[in-house]
């Protein structure tokens, strides 16, 4: 049976819309982590077959498939081809499943998948021209009617439905604030960050913030319980792995650090938007045949608290378990970066902690997620 193995992991600190990256261009940014790559890894730039890149904002300067412009960007050989793709949220956790069927079909034996996102240059909705037809046709229309579709009723939706109250979803986000805080000062994040712009570490962190912070925001509708707060930040940032099969770890002297486990993928209700990671992970176990206690750790995007917190509650995975050193909401969301950013982190605490198995979600807009099961070597 083939096999494709992660045998390199690294990504940028994550900065803020105004911090160190700010001025930073797309396209370098998505260079850097290419490079960076290429050199942690030793391998030769000319035997990767193809640059996989998510990116969720296509436009301005994250136009013209960037990670083709990343790669030349780079300084990297010509001779090798780029693709940019869009699964919203879960864009470079689906370049990671590209690269790992490229392998495993046969037809490719080194891959990278990687994502950027500048959310300062190219904000959320840059897309989505004035002007021109509105996403939602005459067929959706007929589906689901008029009603607002956004990440930010699906956030407030799920609340409702699992029944959080705005102190849960507080009490929440300051643990992922100071288990962020506890890892930066601890240097986990040290060995998977490549620096940039005179940045070491992720900007967003708050270690001095509390509760009684926290109550004092303003909830972003009236009557609604999601604030800053509960919410992933607007950031900036890149991640790249390389993804090899046994033959090219062979040829390339390449060191696998884990093996793709099991892959899947759902679509859910689009107007929750954001529940697609409760079926991802009960389809990807299903699939692998390990239970969700023989997972070691979690990253489960936290793009609004009531994401992990509902998947927490469905699937009965352990809270402790789940991003253990902070998520999205402490440290930020660079829309196509974060899949990538998330499975580095992970790669980095199974090879920290000792643990076997991990395990990868996120939701995506559209309601759809994918689940991706690592095991460490
Ligand atoms: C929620 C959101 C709209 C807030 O945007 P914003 O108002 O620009 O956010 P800021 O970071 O400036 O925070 C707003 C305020 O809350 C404060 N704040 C945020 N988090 C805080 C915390 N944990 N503790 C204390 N204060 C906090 C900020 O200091 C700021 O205060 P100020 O106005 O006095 O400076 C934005 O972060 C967002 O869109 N997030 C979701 C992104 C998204 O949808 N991604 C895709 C996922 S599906």
């Known amino acids: 049976m083939a096999e494709a193995y992660i045998v390199g992991a690294v990504r940028t600190p994550v900065g803020t819309k105004k911090g160190a990256l700010k001025d930073v261009h797309p396209a370098d940014l998505g260079a850097h982590v290419l ?15 193809d640059v996989i890149m998510g990116c969720v904002m296509q436009a301005g300067p994250q136009a013209l498939d960037i990670a083709r412009t990343a790669w030349l960007s780079a300084g990297l050989p010509e001779s090798v081809p780029g693709v940019t793709i869009d699964r919203q949220c879960g864009s470079s956790q689906q370049a990671i499943h590209f690269a790992a069927q490229g392998v495993l079909s046969g037809t490719q034996d080194l891959v990278i998948a990687s994502g950027v996102e500048h959310m300062a240059k190219v904000p959320m ?10 996403p939602y ?3 959706w229309g007929e589906r689901y009617g008029q009603q607002e579709i956004s990440q930010f009723r699906g956030a407030e939706l799920m609340a409702e439905k699992w029944g959080f109250t705005r102190e849960d979803l507080e009490k929440f986000a300051l643990e992922s604030h100071r288990r962020a805080a506890k890892a930066i000062e601890a240097g986990y994040f040290d060995r998977e960050i490549a620096p940039l712009a005179g940045l070491t570490k992720d900007e967003g962190a708050r270690p001095d ?16 319980v999601i604030t800053a707060a509960v919410s992933s930040q607007i950031s900036i940032g890149s991640s790249a792995l390389l993804i090899a099969s046994e ?20 679509g859910s209700d ?3 938007m954001l529940t697609g990671p409760i079926p991802a992970t009960e389809k990807a176990l299903a699939k ?23 998947w927490a509650h469905d699937t009965g995975a352990s809270l402790e378990k789940t991003n253990p050193n902070g998520g999205a909401i402490a440290t930020g969301h660079p829309l196509g970066a974060t899949g990538g950013i998330l499975m580095t982190k992970l790669l980095h605490e199974l090879e920290r902690t000792g643990g076997r198995y991990g395990l990868q979600t996120m939701c995506e807009g559209g309601g759809q997620a994918n689940a991706t099961i690592i095991e460490r070597l």
């Open 35 to 49: 490079k960076e790559l290429v050199n942690r890894t030793g391998v030769d730039p000319s035997a990767v077959e």
């Open 125 to 134: 909705g840059a897309t989505i021209v004035q002007g021109l037809d509105f």
């Open 270 to 272: 689009p107007v929750y």
């Open 288 to 310: 692998s045949g390990l239970k969700i206690d023989d997972i070691d750790v979690f990253e489960v995007n936290e793009a609004f608290a009531p994401v992990p917190m509902a």
């Open 209 to 224: 913030t509390t509760l009684e912070k926290m109550a004092g925001l303003k909830t972003l509708r009236e009557g609604g």
């Open 247 to 266: 033959e090219a770890v062979k040829q390339h002297n390449l060191t696998p650090r884990a093996r793709i486990h099991t892959l899947a993928l759902t």
């Open 137 to 139: 046709g005459e067929g």
